[in-house]
């Protein structure tokens, strides 16, 4: 009975979410930007950090199936003046 519900079952799908950035996107962030600045060059971020929203995050991942195929992590941190201080991506 376990096969035959397992040949009834839907295939998964390719899921993309996210923002997906490529290097020229990246290319186009430099520290001492301003908030604004980057989410007009590269959009908005994904999330914003919960307890400190001078984080940003720019999340991307690709699965088929159960499996990722592409993911990719944007870290941008601002100081008090929401000037861009650091970058880091995964």
């Known amino acids: ?3 035959t519900i397992l040949q009834h ?3 998964s799908s390719d899921i993309k979410q996210g ?3 490529n290097e020229y996107d990246i290319k186009k962030i430099r520290l001492g930007m301003t908030k604004l600045e980057i989410s007009s060059n590269i959009g ?5 950090g919960f307890l ?3 984080t940003w995050y720019y999340i991307f991942y690709y699965r088929s199936g ?3 195929l592409e ?6 941190k601002f100081d008090a003046h929401d ?3 650091t970058m880091n991506r995964k």
């Open 52 to 54: 400190n929203p001078n």
């Open 1 to 3: 009975m376990s096969c």
């Open 83 to 85: 000037i861009l201080v």
């Open 19 to 21: 923002n997906y950035l």
């Open 44 to 48: 908005d971020p994904t999330l914003e």
């Open 71 to 76: 993911h990719q992590i944007l870290t941008l």
């Open 9 to 11: 079952m839907p295939q």
């Open 66 to 68: 159960n499996r990722i």
